[in-house]
């Protein structure tokens, strides 16, 4: 069972950056994949960003590519989203979430575990 715990989210403008982190509980975190989305209101749930077991390969959303970056740091048992140059369009709940497949998935469904989520806002 892993259980995780985003934080960081907040109201920003147009342009700022916010740093989300997401912590996993379990001794089993280092060897999962992780992948953060977003909900904006009104929309379905899509893929943001992952991350595969290592940190060594990674995969973003056009939508973001070139302004957010995933890490992890599996001594902390941390995941965490830099997100550079936001936008309105950014704003959102953003979600962490973990798969037991050590490889970087993109669907919702590839997912074990989700976290509560934490709210972005993003003001022009």
């Known amino acids: 069972q892993v259980q995780l715990v985003e934080s960081g989210g907040g109201l920003v403008q147009a342009g700022d950056s916010l740093r989300l982190s997401c912590a996993a509980s379990?001794?089993?975190?280092?060897?999962?994949?992780m992948g953060w989305f977003r909900q904006a209101p009104g929309k379905e749930r899509e893929f943001v960003a992952a991350?595969?077991?290592?940190?060594?390969?990674?995969r973003s959303a056009d939508s973001v590519k070139g302004r957010f970056t995933i890490s992890r740091d599996n001594v902390k048992n941390t995941v965490y989203l830099q997100m550079n140059s936001l936008k309105p369009e950014d704003t959102a709940v953003y979600y962490c979430?973990?798969?037991?497949?050590?490889?970087?998935?993109?669907?919702?469904?590839?997912?074990?575990?989700w976290g509560q989520g934490t709210q972005v806002t993003v003001s022009s």
């Open positions: 979430a973990a798969t037991s497949v050590g490889v970087i998935r993109i669907l919702e469904a590839d997912y074990d575990y």
């Open positions: 379990g001794r089993t975190f280092s060897s999962y994949a």
């Open positions: 991350i595969n077991w290592n940190g060594g390969s990674t």
